[in-house]
Nanobody, 122 residues
């Protein structure tokens, strides 16, 4: 079972990036999926999650209105569209599959993907 994140990179403040997380080994169509991030010297924090059917999305306050999470269960892939990026968004971003179909913040993570670096320059 593998979650492969991609799409990170270096971007100027105000720019956009789209992260992708492709799952392999089994389907995650019944799992909530999410993104977390960890900045240097800080703890890993929740960024966003999406329920199994895309009907429920959640965001940390600092990214609301700028980030959009989506999923394509046919492709076993989850996305994070990040717009209006700020230097404080700089972090390693991790995708995750939740233990629950609806929630990842409180139900916990079943599988972690490897991280992808996002660097936003001022």
């Amino acid at each position: 079972v593998q979650l492969q994140a991609s799409g990170g990179g270096l971007v100027q403040a105000g720019g956009s990036l789209r992260l992708s997380c492709a799952a392999s080994g089994r389907t995650f169509s019944n799992n909530a999926m999410g993104w977390f991030r960890q900045a240097p010297g800080k703890e890993r924090e929740f960024v966003s999650s999406i329920s199994w059917n895309g009907g429920i999305t959640r965001y940390v306050d600092s990214v609301k209105g700028r980030f959009t999470i989506s999923r394509d269960n046919a492709k076993n892939t989850v996305y994070l569209q990040m717009n209006s990026l700020k230097p404080e968004d700089t972090a390693v971003y991790y995708c995750a599959a939740g233990r629950s179909s609806y929630n990842i913040q409180y139900a916990g993570v079943e599988n972690w993907g490897q991280g992808t670096q996002v660097t936003v320059s001022s």
